[in-house]
């Protein structure tokens, strides 16, 4: 059985920065993990993968912003995020793959996910 539970989330003002956190149950760290996001009406978008080498990758939106990392003896995964906007306003969930080891923000390649955190930024 796999779980993932995310935490940090919280209310920020635009420009400041949170850290959010993912701890994996009954799961090694070695395969694909991302986090994903989900505003009020709007489809379910990645934000930032991590591979099992390490290599990253995020969406146009967030980079230079957003910075994901992942330490396989804690079993977390984390997302830094600076210079929070107002439209980073969402539900964020942490992702993980059960099959493939790249770096990927489409949500077919995930196998398991949290329940999410919320992350409100008011401007």
């Known amino acids: 059985q796999v779980q993932l539970v995310e935490s940090g989330g919280g209310s920020v003002q635009a420009g400041e920065s949170l850290k959010l956190s993912c701890v994996g149950f009954g799961w090694t760290y070695r395969r694909s993990m991302a986090w994903f996001r989900q505003a009020p009406g709007k489809e379910r978008e990645g934000v930032a993968g991590?591979?099992?080498?390490?290599?990253?990758r995020y969406a146009d939106s967030v980079k230079g912003r957003f910075t994901i990392s992942k330490d396989n003896v804690k079993n977390t995964l984390s997302l830094q995020m600076n210079s929070l906007k107002a439209e980073d306003t969402a539900m964020y969930y942490c992702?993980?793959?059960?099959?493939?080891?790249?770096?990927?923000?489409?949500?077919?390649?995930?196998?398991?996910w949290g329940q999410g955190t919320q992350v409100t930024v008011s401007s």
């Open positions: 992702a993980a793959s059960g099959r493939y080891y790249d770096a990927y923000l489409l949500s077919s390649y995930f196998n398991w």
């Open positions: 991590i591979g099992s080498d390490g290599r990253t």
